[in-house]
């Protein structure tokens, strides 16, 4: 996931999660992030789900099937 935007991955549609915030590794907190907006190794992005749905988001970010 690292280095796309979140348009790109667009993990509404294939997961079902919606992004909340963004921490980057500078520490800025990313609220309501927009499509544009690059997720860069190291951030932390805040989602709520379903279990079902965080199980495959940890799936789909660890590059597992």
């Known amino acids: ?3 796309k935007t979140l348009r790109d991955i667009d993990l509404s549609q294939k ?3 919606v ?3 963004i921490r ?5 907190m990313v609220f309501n992030p927009k499509g544009d907006t690059v997720i860069e190794a190291g951030s932390i992005v ?3 789900g379903l ?4 199980d ?3 799936r789909l970010a660890a590059g597992r099937k």
């Open 24 to 28: 980057t590794t500078d520490g800025e």
């Open 1 to 3: 996931l690292c280095g």
């Open 15 to 17: 997961v079902g999660v």
């Open 51 to 54: 279990r079902e749905q965080l």
């Open 19 to 21: 992004v909340l915030t």
């Open 56 to 58: 495959e988001l940890d």
């Open 46 to 48: 805040v989602v709520v």
